[in-house]
């Protein structure tokens, strides 16, 4: 669905309706979330959430197909590239660039449909890499109500919580 931006009040008022999932408060002091009917009766739906998300959209959407991006990249080397984003400051980018490895371990801790490493300059390949590993059979409908969801979730280090026997794609 497309981005949409609401107050604190109303994003908390959707929020206990059970009209968003992946809800998560940032350091910035804004919320994030999914709006829950941008999921429902969809055959896919791509998004990138923290893995608190994760967990909350598999809690929604049980048969979601997801994959965790695992850079290989050194945090500094991250951190440089999030600052020629421009869309962050320094001590963010920092910030995010120095919790990588713990973000790592917490994501295999999770459980991930499977695993592709991430590098820069290389990331077509981790696209192909997604696209072929994703679940190609559409999602059944029972009297319309989504009852299965195939879905891809990227994970970003900046957020990134699995089975060490999954599939890693080099």
Known sequence: GERIFVTPEQFKKMSAAGDLIAVQLQHSG????????DFEGAGYVIVDVSLKGVKQIKSVFPGAF??????????ETIRQ???????ISAQEATGRASIIPQMIAASKKMEFDARI??????FD????????????????HDSGKLTDLHMLAKYTVEELENDNDLPTVA
């Not at 192909?128 to 559409?138: C, H, M, T």
């Open 30 to 37: 804004n919320y994030y979330g999914r709006r829950k009917e």
């Open 66 to 75: 997801t994959i965790f991006l695992e850079p290989v990249e050194d945090p």
């Open 117 to 122: 490493q991430t590098q820069q300059g290389k």
């Open 125 to 140: 390949y981790a696209a192909q890499r997604a696209y072929e590993l994703i679940p190609k059979k559409n999602p059944d």
């Open 81 to 87: 590239r999030i600052l020629r984003r421009g869309d």
